[in-house]
């Protein structure tokens, strides 16, 4: 969804179902990609990442696609958990530049 | 291994009153990162490092200043504490701009 002052935008989730988060990103010579949870009063932690060569990366419950043609991401997760409840993050890197740049995020929310 | 580390937690300051964060982390990173959170926002990049003796503006660096002076370690400081630097601020450190960056759990400060 789209972002409207200081809110972040939410999704809203049954437990068991499939979520997506979506990001786009602004950099086109950005070359790596990393989904990043927050939880309440924490510091980010590392979901999956992704490199600019590829489109689509699996991992335990999650998969990350890249569509490089209109700067865009995706994080899905498959049979969300009561536990995926977070914020979530979208950061793009490139090589060149050294910064880790972090877009807006998401709030996802997972009802029982 | 304590990862990444962030001194202190919890500050509060006068307006015009100076301080520096310390950021510590332990796993031989070249790169590390300030950011500042405010509520219902994503992380926006204060000042970063890419190894020992460097630093380089983020995208909002204005009213702080970093040092790199030993690898473990980076400081971000404050000379003239204002309101509008309340936020909550995370370090992260990195092997290359190809790998995941790891957080500490954040400094949360205020300034009246």
């Known amino acids: 969804g789209e972002s409207v002052g200081l809110h972040l935008p939410t999704l809203s989730v049954q437990e068991g179902d499939n979520s997506i988060i979506n990001c786009a990103y602004s950099n086109s010579a950005s070359d790596y990609f990393i989904w990043y949870k927050q939880e309440s009063g924490k510091g980010p932690q590392f979901i999956i990442d992704?490199?600019?060569?590829?489109d689509k990366r699996q991992g335990q419950r999650v998969t990350v696609l890249l569509n490089k043609t209109v700067k865009h991401l995706s994080l899905q997760i498959a049979a969300t958990q009561p536990g995926d409840s977070a914020v979530y993050f979208c950061a793009e890197s490139y090589n060149q530049g050294g910064k880790l740049i972090f877009g807006q995020g998401t709030e996802l929310s997972v009802k029982p | 291994n304590a990862g990444v580390t962030q001194t202190p937690k919890f500050r509060v300051l006068k307006t015009g009153q100076s301080m520096t964060l310390l950021c510590a982390q332990d796993m031989n990173h070249e790169y590390m990162y300030w950011y500042r959170q405010d509520p219902g926002m994503g992380l926006r990049l204060i000042h970063y490092s890419v190894g020992e003796g460097t630093t380089a503006k983020g995208e909002v660096p204005d009213g702080y200043n970093v040092s790199r002076l030993k690898k473990q370690n980076f400081l971000l400081g404050l000379e003239s504490a204002a309101p509008s630097q309340t936020s909550v601020y995370f370090c992260?450190?990195?092997?290359?701009?190809?790998?995941?960056?790891?957080f500490g759990q954040g400094t949360r400060l205020t300034v009246v």
């Open positions: 992260a450190s990195s092997y290359s701009p190809f790998t995941e960056a790891f």
């Open positions: 992704i490199r600019s060569n590829m």
